[in-house]
């Protein structure tokens, strides 16, 4: 079984950048579709970003597009996420996730077509 953990967040102003890291270990992850989530205070868990196998899409929620950026590094088994231009908005706790059952090409955005998640890193953006 794969493992994940993020690292990279942390309080940021207004308009900063950050990159977010997700490190696998137990098993490679370059066939599995891999993404990242969101949870704000008092509301559901949400999906930021999408990648596939090898990197050949990438897909974004609405409201992040042109500010993330997600790729991968299936040789080192990680995953980041760039994020420019924070708002407070994006305060948030960050989950990386792996989606191990799927094809090579699918993008799966739902919560309940990811298997494995990490603990999360907390990212918070003061205005």
Do not use: H
């Not at 990279?8 to 102003?13: A, F, I, K, T, W």
């Not at 996420?81 to 191990?100: F, G, K, M, R, W």
């Amino acid at each position: 079984q794969v493992q994940l953990v993020e690292s990279g967040g942390g309080l940021v102003q207004a308009g900063g950048s950050l990159r977010l890291s997700c490190a696998a270990s137990g098993r490679t992850i370059s066939r599995y579709s891999m993404g990242w989530f969101r949870q704000a205070p008092g509301k559901e868990r949400e999906f930021v970003a999408g990648i596939t196998w090898y990197g050949e899409s990438t897909y974004y929620a609405e409201s992040v597009k042109g500010r993330f950026i997600i790729s991968r590094e299936n040789t080192k088994n990680m995953m980041y996420v760039q994020i420019d231009s924070l708002i407070p908005e994006d305060t948030a706790v960050y989950y990386c996730a792996a989606s191990t059952g799927g094809s090579r090409y699918g993008r799966p955005r739902s919560t309940n077509e990811y298997d494995v998640w990490g603990q999360g890193t907390q990212v918070t953006v003061s205005s």
